[in-house]
């Protein structure tokens, strides 16, 4: 039998004192890709903060086990070092600093974490530039300041380019898709694929649609409505999904 | 009167407003000031970077900038005690003034820039930019006037005040104040003391920086637009980034 590489069990969680997920559980095995489908306010974006741990979002009950040590004791950057990523629905724009300056920090500052060798800056230059191009962003876009004046679009692209670079075992991608032309779409799944499908690694990926499920094709789809898992299945439930809404599939 | 009080002057009291925020009992053993004056000459221009070296201090210079003459001023107020740099300057016609200053504070230190800056002539200009980072229980304060006087027509002057509170504690005051007896002026000031984005820090510290770090990122391009254009930028940057790391 495998370890999971990530294991939810009955989590629960606040923002701003208000409960939103109310016994969420999901076990995610290395090799797999899942997505995670929902109607708009159900915590999907919930569950993604309360993984990578951010301020504000309260965990009152439940544990989670990520790659074997328990998730929730750890700091945002140390979940990062043990290998999670969070694509944000919305990027954060940070003027003044680049993402060149900052990614090559935040690369070094895992590696230092993990006890393995700091990039040099050739290194990473070099890195950095083979992830832009898998991506086909332009290098230049990447000395800009963080998001600032990035389109919608480009912030996404941004974030799987951030991805590669990083190399997390365990990629949490929140509406990666929205924003993307249809060509991005196809670049970002490819993408997707490229860095991810990996037998030692997995992707849980938040989407309301099944055009970005049709690049990065999901071995399990879940349905979280009202704080919880309520429907689990293959890749056909998203096609189910797509054709009968969520009211007739939960009902 | 004493013969004293008639060779200096009184230590200011907190009721003269250019005192107001001082360190009044740090000031006793500093006063009197004495005033150190600059005078560039016409179509000449100078500069001036001050890095106090710690530990109490207080300046006073004093800036005469003839016709069409150019100063540029910067300073990086941080690890004082007590830090107050005052700074008078009069402009003659054409004249350019450039202020760039930074103040880093932590602890219960107590920084301090006071200016005034005189267009008495027309078409000078001047610009000021302020950057301060305050952390614990540290204090830091902008005090700048700038006055136009009568017939300094095209008069263009700046004042951008910023500062970044790194704990609740940490106190900021800013008084940008406006004297204009001309025509045709263009002033322009604004002054905004906050906090780090969270948004921002939380979404570094997701891609993998450690708290500490990711404030610094943020905090290092803050400060360093107080440098921008300065000829001496990246060493100025680099003390500052120095000075940073202290406070977080
Ligand atoms: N700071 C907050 N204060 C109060 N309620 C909040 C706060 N942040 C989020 N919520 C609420 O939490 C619920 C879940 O939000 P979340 O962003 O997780 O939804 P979602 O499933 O990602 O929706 P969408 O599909 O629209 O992205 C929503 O009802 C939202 O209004
Ligand atoms: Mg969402």
Redesign the pocket.
């Given at each position: 039998m495998t370890t999971p590489l990530l294991s939810i069990d009955a989590l629960h969680a606040t923002?701003?004192d208000?409960p939103?997920l109310k016994g969420l559980s999901l076990t995610i095995n290395p090799g797999e890709i899942h997505a995670i489908m929902?109607?708009?306010?159900?915590?999907?974006?919930?569950?993604g903060?309360v993984l990578g741990g951010r301020p504000?979002y309260e965990v009152t009950g439940g544990s989670v086990t990520f790659a074997g040590a328990d998730l929730l004791a750890l700091e945002p950057h140390e979940r990062a070092a043990a290998g999670l990523f969070l694509g944000f629905?919305y990027p954060v724009e940070i003027p003044g600093v680049s993402f060149v300056q900052f990614l090559r920090e935040a690369a070094n500052a895992q590696r230092r974490a993990r006890g393995e060798a700091e990039l040099s800056g050739g290194e990473f230059l070099k890195l950095a530039r083979a992830q832009a191009a898998l991506l086909k962003m332009d290098m230049d876009m990447l000395k800009r300041p963080v998001n600032v004046g990035f389109s919608g679009g480009e912030k996404k692209r941004a974030e799987m380019v951030q991805m590669g670079i990083l190399d997390p075992r365990l990629a949490i991608l929140?509406?990666t898709d929205s924003g993307l032309d249809i060509d991005a779409l196809r670049i970002c799944g490819e993408g997707i694929n490229a860095i991810m499908r990996r037998p030692d690694k997995a992707v849980l990926l938040?989407t309301?649609y099944q055009r970005l499920l049709d690049y990065v094709q999901p071995d399990f789809v879940h349905v979280?409505a009202g704080g919880r898992i309520i429907k689990s299945g293959g890749p056909e439930l998203a096609h189910q999904l797509e054709r009968e809404g969520y009211e007739a599939v939960a009902a | 009167m004493s013969a004293a009080a008639i060779l200096a002057p009184a230590l200011p009291d907190r009721r003269d407003e250019a005192y107001r925020y001082a360190d009044l009992a740090a000031l006793a053993p500093l006063w009197p000031v004495a005033t150190e004056t600059i005078a560039v000459a016409a179509g000449e221009s100078g500069q001036l970077t001050l890095v106090p070296p710690g530990g109490n201090v207080a300046r006073h210079l004093a800036i005469t900038l003839a016709a069409g003459a150019r100063f540029d001023l910067r300073v990086l107020n941080a690890g004082q005690a007590y830090g107050r740099i005052a700074v008078d300057v009069i402009l003659a016609a054409g004249a350019d003034f450039t202020l760039g200053a930074a103040q880093l504070g932590g602890g219960s230190e107590v920084l301090e820039i006071v200016t005034e800056v005189r267009h008495a002539e027309p078409g000078a200009t001047s610009r000021q930019v302020v950057r301060s980072v305050l952390a614990g229980r540290a204090s830091g304060t902008y005090l700048g006037k700038v006055a136009v006087a009568r017939g300094a027509d095209g008069t263009d002057a700046s004042q951008s005040v910023r500062a970044m509170l790194l704990d609740r504690t940490a106190q900021a005051n800013a008084r940008p104040e406006l004297e204009i007896y001309a025509d045709d002026v263009k002033c322009a000031h604004g002054c905004a003391v906050g906090e780090l984005d969270a948004q921002g820090l939380f979404y570094l510290q997701s891609r993998g920086l450690p708290p500490a770090a990711a404030k610094r990122l943020m905090l290092q391009a803050f400060v360093a637009e107080a440098f921008t254009g300065a000829a001496d930028e990246a060493s100025l940057c680099d003390r500052a980034l120095a000075a940073l790391e202290v406070l977080l």
């Amino acid at each position: 039998m495998t370890t999971p590489l990530l294991s939810i069990d009955a989590l629960h969680a606040t923002v701003a004192d208000k409960p939103i997920l109310k016994g969420l559980s999901l076990t995610i095995n290395p090799g797999e890709i899942h997505a995670i489908m929902g109607p708009n306010g159900a915590g999907k974006s919930t569950t993604g903060y309360v993984l990578g741990g951010r301020p504000g979002y309260e965990v009152t009950g439940g544990s989670v086990t990520f790659a074997g040590a328990d998730l929730l004791a750890l700091e945002p950057h140390e979940r990062a070092a043990a290998g999670l990523f969070l694509g944000f629905q919305y990027p954060v724009e940070i003027p003044g600093v680049s993402f060149v300056q900052f990614l090559r920090e935040a690369a070094n500052a895992q590696r230092r974490a993990r006890g393995e060798a700091e990039l040099s800056g050739g290194e990473f230059l070099k890195l950095a530039r083979a992830q832009a191009a898998l991506l086909k962003m332009d290098m230049d876009m990447l000395k800009r300041p963080v998001n600032v004046g990035f389109s919608g679009g480009e912030k996404k692209r941004a974030e799987m380019v951030q991805m590669g670079i990083l190399d997390p075992r365990l990629a949490i991608l929140d509406e990666t898709d929205s924003g993307l032309d249809i060509d991005a779409l196809r670049i970002c799944g490819e993408g997707i694929n490229a860095i991810m499908r990996r037998p030692d690694k997995a992707v849980l990926l938040i989407t309301h649609y099944q055009r970005l499920l049709d690049y990065v094709q999901p071995d399990f789809v879940h349905v979280l409505a009202g704080g919880r898992i309520i429907k689990s299945g293959g890749p056909e439930l998203a096609h189910q999904l797509e054709r009968e809404g969520y009211e007739a599939v939960a009902a | 009167m004493s013969a004293a009080a008639i060779l200096a002057p009184a230590l200011p009291d907190r009721r003269d407003e250019a005192y107001r925020y001082a360190d009044l009992a740090a000031l006793a053993p500093l006063w009197p000031v004495a005033t150190e004056t600059i005078a560039v000459a016409a179509g000449e221009s100078g500069q001036l970077t001050l890095v106090p070296p710690g530990g109490n201090v207080a300046r006073h210079l004093a800036i005469t900038l003839a016709a069409g003459a150019r100063f540029d001023l910067r300073v990086l107020n941080a690890g004082q005690a007590y830090g107050r740099i005052a700074v008078d300057v009069i402009l003659a016609a054409g004249a350019d003034f450039t202020l760039g200053a930074a103040q880093l504070g932590g602890g219960s230190e107590v920084l301090e820039i006071v200016t005034e800056v005189r267009h008495a002539e027309p078409g000078a200009t001047s610009r000021q930019v302020v950057r301060s980072v305050l952390a614990g229980r540290a204090s830091g304060t902008y005090l700048g006037k700038v006055a136009v006087a009568r017939g300094a027509d095209g008069t263009d002057a700046s004042q951008s005040v910023r500062a970044m509170l790194l704990d609740r504690t940490a106190q900021a005051n800013a008084r940008p104040e406006l004297e204009i007896y001309a025509d045709d002026v263009k002033c322009a000031h604004g002054c905004a003391v906050g906090e780090l984005d969270a948004q921002g820090l939380f979404y570094l510290q997701s891609r993998g920086l450690p708290p500490a770090a990711a404030k610094r990122l943020m905090l290092q391009a803050f400060v360093a637009e107080a440098f921008t254009g300065a000829a001496d930028e990246a060493s100025l940057c680099d003390r500052a980034l120095a000075a940073l790391e202290v406070l977080l």
